[in-house]
């Protein structure tokens, strides 16, 4: 089984500062590694995965996360925040192709002008 | 847009009642998820269908039911609801091969109210 960790329930931060939303995970096989975004009442939309490869992860909106192993973390990070990334972050981990998705608890990104 | 869609946006009911959630997948994509979000529980998945057959099973109530039909839209059915049953219902769905098949698009949601 799965466990996800988000070790902020909220962040606040000013427009143009740099963010990083902590999530840890434990698992006793491989996993893959996902963050997704909730806007208000909308669905979740997905940021950035990791599969495999590269520990550095790039996803949309100017978002980026970095997998470690040792640590057993995926933290995401992006150097300036806008009004606009408002919103929910989730991080997740699935064990196989084609299997369930585990959150975590969810970070409230509150971004102030 | 993810290109999952879920009908109805919203749903109002009472105690006791039945009520049945559409999900339709992507096209192409034969993996259909569904989840459960609420303020106590978090996001918690609940089954798994793949190409109309059940995959996985998570923390789903034995008065909750799927199923999956041919043209692999998805149903979620919840009977003798409780208040406790308040919630945002999500499907998700995946493609079984190409670039893409290990990741989930998430529908809007379903947002049930049992008063």
């Known amino acids: 089984a799965q466990s996800v960790t988000q070790l902020d329930s909220q962040v606040p931060v000013f427009e143009e500062a740099p963010v990083e939303l902590r999530c840890n995970y434990s698992s006793s096989v491989s996993v893959y590694l996902f963050w997704y975004v909730q806007y208000p009442n909308q669905g979740l939309q997905l940021l950035l995965k990791?599969?495999?490869?590269?520990?550095l992860v790039k996803g949309i909106n100017g978002f980026e996360a970095e997998f470690n192993k040792s640590q057993t973390s995926f933290h995401l990070r992006k150097p300036s925040v806008h009004i606009s990334d408002t919103a929910e972050y989730f991080c997740a981990v699935s064990a196989r192709w084609g299997s369930r998705l585990t959150f975590g608890e969810g970070t409230q990104l509150t971004v102030n002008p | 847009d993810s290109g999952v869609t879920q009908t109805p946006k919203h749903l109002i009911t009472a105690t006791g009642q039945r009520v049945t959630l559409r999900c339709s997948p992507r096209s192409g994509d034969l993996s259909v998820y569904w989840y459960q979000q609420s303020l106590d529980q978090g996001l918690q998945f609940l089954i798994q269908?793949?190409?109309?057959?059940?995959?996985a099973k998570g923390n789903i109530l034995e008065r909750f039911s799927a199923q999956q039909f041919p043209d692999l839209h998805s149903e979620l059915n919840l009977s003798s609801l409780e208040l406790g049953d308040s919630a945002l219902y999500f499907c998700a769905s995946s493609p079984a091969l190409g670039p893409a098949k290990h990741t989930q698009y998430f529908g809007p949601g379903t947002r049930l109210t049992v008063l």
């Open positions: 269908y793949y190409n109309g057959e059940e995959r």
């Open positions: 990791y599969l495999s490869g590269s520990t």
